[in-house]
Antibody, heavy 119, light 108 residues
Framework: QVQLQESGPGLVKPSETLSLSCNVS????????WSWLRQSPGKGLEWIGY???????DYNPSLKSRVSLSVDTSKNEFSLRLRSVTAADTAVYYC?????????????WGRGTLVTVSS | EIVMTQSPATLSVSLGERVTVSCRAS??????LAWYQQKPGQAPRLLIY???TRVTGVPARFSGSGSGTEFTLTISSLQSEDFAVYYC??????????FGGGTKVEIK
């Protein structure tokens, strides 16, 4: 059974970088495209971007200038970095698997991790 | 980007009732529409993709319909485990894929 588990700091200071990882268990990180999404009361569900182990990636234009995604095949995990965070980046962050090639829908999600941006 | 608008924001429903949730896209979305269910403290769960195709394991009481800019999620007979928030998501035009604001189905 494939499972995803997010990890990383729950508190980040304004202007700093938010860094999260998502560990994939039960399958190889090379098998699928992976995404990050976030959910906040103010903005609802928001897609951040996707990454493939080859380096193929795409991002939400609204976040593209601040986001980078990467895959570490040796650890079977993928990661999110979001630079220059503000309070508006406070949200529950989810990692998720793309369901079917060509369809950017998400059939497997991590449990989510709350990240608060505050000094 | 395509803006997704759901209605109503909240539905108060009794067990066994039929539930209809609407989702409207600001631009043409073809059949590239998914529905998710989210319960408190949990991640969203994919129910339907391609506007009307149920994911394996999703009960048959859930159905989706529509195309273009108007979509509907129907629960034919509401069960206790169906009380949740439902989201639509378009994936016809991306980046970015976009989600509706959610419809909360609560106990009447």
């Amino acid at each position: 059974q494939v499972q995803l588990q997010e990890s990383g700091p729950g508190l980040v200071k304004p202007s700093e970088t938010l860094s999260l990882s998502c560990n994939v268990s039960g399958d190889s990180v090379k098998s699928y495209y992976w995404s990050w999404l976030r959910q906040s009361p103010g903005k609802g569900l928001e897609w951040i971007g996707y990454i493939y182990f080859s380096g193929d990636a795409d991002y939400n234009p609204s976040l593209k200038s601040r986001v980078s995604l990467s895959v570490d095949t040796s650890k079977n995990e993928f990661s999110l970095r979001l630079r220059s965070v503000t309070a508006a980046d406070t949200a529950v962050y989810y990692c998720a698997r793309r369901f079917i090639a060509g369809m950017l829908v998400f059939d497997l999600w991590g449990r989510g991790t709350l990240v608060t941006v505050s000094s | 980007e395509i803006v997704m608008t759901q209605s109503p924001a909240t539905l108060s429903v009794s067990l066994g009732e039929r539930v209809t949730v609407s989702c409207r896209a600001s631009q043409y979305a073809a059949h590239n529409l998914a529905w998710y269910q989210q319960k408190p403290g949990q991640a969203p769960r994919l129910l339907i993709y391609g506007a009307s195709t149920r994911v394996t394991g999703v009960p048959a009481r859930f159905s989706g319909s529509g195309s273009g800019t108007e979509f509907t999620l129907t629960i034919s007979s509401l069960q206790s485990e169906d009380f949740a928030v439902y989201y639509c998501q378009q994936y016809n035009q991306w980046p970015p894929v976009t989600f509706g604001g959610g419809t909360k189905v609560e106990i009447k």
